[in-house]
């Protein structure tokens, strides 16, 4: 195991102790009916975010369309179907290097290979740590597969450097996720 895999699970250890999320919610029927139960235990996914910027991000704020491709490569847990997923995602924003930090809010929904999904309300806040932008996001799922229960989900990317930012701006990273369904 890398030191990098040991510091994205502390990170997520100590966001959800912070951010005060619950044990596991026990396993129990949706009133969304058939198809729609609750999966029992906690669901653990790992896997990588590639994030691309167009035009490329300068100190200069501007607008920005931002595209997110995740992919987990390996889930356990959450009653063992689930073994792998994505989600993708394209936005505009108005960032500059100086301020990729903001919070936001948004809908993410996460395709599983078992062919269904889940589409969960989430919000979160980035920190720089030790050269890494962290984000940790939470939220609740809100339709399909895992319907109420809450997420985590953990994504540090490398911090955008100064030559970066001064040439041609940041035009995309790449790092580690990890998602938590409890």
């Not at 919610?25 to 669901?43: D, I, N, Q, Y």
């Not at 991000?57 to 607008?63: D, E, K, P, Y």
């Not at 985590?152 to 911090?159: A, M, R, S």
Request: charge should be positive; hydrophobic fraction near 35%.
């Amino acid at each position: 195991m890398t030191v990098g895999v040991e510091r994205v699970r502390a990170v997520a250890l100590a966001a959800a102790v912070v951010l005060g999320v619950a044990a596991p919610v026990p396993a129990t029927a949706s009133p969304h009916g058939p198809g729609h139960a609750r999966e029992p235990g906690l669901l653990q996914c790992q896997g990588t975010e590639s994030v691309t910027y167009r035009p490329g991000v300068t100190f200069r704020a501007r607008r920005v369309e931002v595209t997110v491709d995740g992919r987990f490569a390996s889930c356990v847990g959450g009653g063992g179907e689930v073994k792998s997923g994505s989600y993708h995602e394209r936005f505009t924003l108005f960032a500059g290097c100086n301020d990729l930090l903001e919070g936001f809010r948004s809908r993410r929904t996460y395709s599983w290979d078992t062919g269904d999904a889940s589409t969960a309300e989430i919000t979160g806040s980035s920190t720089a740590v030790a050269g890494q932008v962290v984000t940790p996001a939470t939220g609740t799922v809100t339709h399909g597969r895992f319907h109420g229960r809450k997420l985590l989900q953990v994504i540090p990317l490398p911090q955008p450097s100064a030559p970066q930012c001064l040439s041609g701006g940041v035009t995309g990273a790449t790092g580690v996720t990890t998602l938590t369904i409890l």
